[in-house]
């Protein structure tokens, strides 16, 4: 069974920090791999979505990367704002479902 | 529609009751799939529906749980007899094709509450 881990599971960084999240699984035979953003008491919101046969993908201030030999993916964010305080989730694809991580707790401090 | 759909946001209910919770996914999307969110938890699958195929029920935790997708497209997971620990947040979320090729969408949610 796919078992994915997130760490850290708690960062704090001062606004306009540059920050990394950091995300693992166990079964490189994955379809693709999602970043997701949960606020409190919300659903999830989709940020970057990469397919096995890609490294890396961008929107905005935001960069996901994927190496699927060495089960890693991570998910750069540039210049952090307040606003990006939330609730981090990666989740790996492997046909029938997503597997998640738990997540990582980001509070940006202004 | 825009988005996937679910009703009620919120829901109480008295141990022992039964509740359906709704799903209505985006337009044109054939996967749908319910997954629960317990307080501190990860997310834990329940059940996945493909098009017209027979739905994996492997993460359905009791015989409690069950659900439905009515012509392809809105989805209903019902509980029954409801208890303490199915105190939770019920996520729905749809994809276009099978297999997650395009990612998934997800709803809002609603958050039961079993007292």
């Known amino acids: 069974k796919q078992e994915v881990t997130q760490i850290p599971a708690a960062l704090s960084v001062p606004e306009g920090e540059n920050l990394v999240l950091n995300c693992s699984f166990t079964?490189?035979?994955?379809?693709?791999l999602q970043w997701f953003r949960q606020d409190p008491g919300k659903g999830l919101t989709s940020l970057l979505l990469i397919q096995s046969s890609q490294r890396e993908q961008t929107s905005g201030r935001l960069n996901a990367s994927l190496d699927k030999s060495s089960g890693r993916s991570t998910l750069y964010i540039a210049a952090s704002q307040p606003g990006d305080s939330a609730t981090y989730l990666c989740a790996a694809n492997t046909g029938n479902q997503f597997y998640f991580g738990t997540g990582t707790s980001l509070t940006v401090i202004p | 529609g825009a988005g996937v759909s679910q009703s009620p946001s919120n829901k109480v209910t008295e141990k022992g009751k039964d509740v359906e919770l709704r799903c209505d996914p985006i337009?044109?999307?054939?996967?749908l799939y319910w997954y629960r969110q317990s307080l501190g938890q990860g997310l834990e699958f329940l059940i996945y529906?493909?098009?017209?195929?027979?739905?994996?029920k492997s993460g359905l935790p009791s015989d409690r749980f069950s659900a439905e997708r009515t012509g392809g497209s809105v989805s209903t997971l019902t509980i029954q007899r409801t208890q303490q620990e199915d105190s939770a947040v019920y996520l729905c979320?749809?994809?276009?094709?099978?297999?997650?090729?395009?990612?998934?969408?997800f709803g809002s949610g609603t958050r039961l509450t079993v007292v």
């Open positions: 079964d490189s035979a994955i379809y693709n």
């Open positions: 529906f493909q098009g017209n195929s027979a739905p994996d």
């Open positions: 979320a749809s994809s276009l094709l099978t297999g997650g090729v395009y990612g998934y969408t």
């Open positions: 337009s044109g999307h054939t996967a």
